[in-house]
């Protein structure tokens, strides 16, 4: 098994910036890359973005991509999503996610998860 554990939510003004933390362990071996994900309130869970294992390669959500960074620290297994330039609609509580073995990522990669954290609350006020 592996465990996720998200930590760095809180509110923040839009045009703020916060930085989330992912951290992984347990059976981390059979992981090849983790994402993040977020849901607001009614809606379905969205993808926001992906990082291999080793921190090589990303993928974003168009809806994020060159607000949001993701990277990863190897030595601690944590994962981390750089989240500037807020605006209120990025309200939501932010997962991180990871898969066994290979899948496509995207919108409805969240069907293809095998571990989730818990979730962080992210505030955007305007």
């Known amino acids: 098994q592996v465990q996720l554990v998200e930590s760095g939510g809180g509110s923040v003004q839009a045009g703020g910036s916060l930085r989330l933390s992912c951290a992984a362990s347990g059976r981390t071996s059979s992981i090849l890359t983790m994402g993040w994900f977020r849901q607001a309130p009614g809606k379905e869970r969205e993808f926001m973005g992906a990082?291999?294992?080793?921190?090589?390669?990303?993928f974003y959500a168009d809806s994020v991509r060159g607000r949001f960074t993701i990277s990863k620290d190897n030595e601690k297994n944590t994962m981390y999503l750089q989240m500037n330039s807020l605006k209120p609609e990025d309200t939501a509580v932010y997962y991180c996610?990871?898969?066994?073995?290979?899948?496509?990522w995207g919108q409805g990669a969240h069907d293809a998860m095998d571990y989730w954290g818990k979730g962080t609350l992210v505030t955007v006020s305007s």
């Open positions: 990082i291999s294992w080793r921190g090589i390669s990303t």
């Open positions: 996610a990871a898969p066994n073995g290979e899948v496509g």
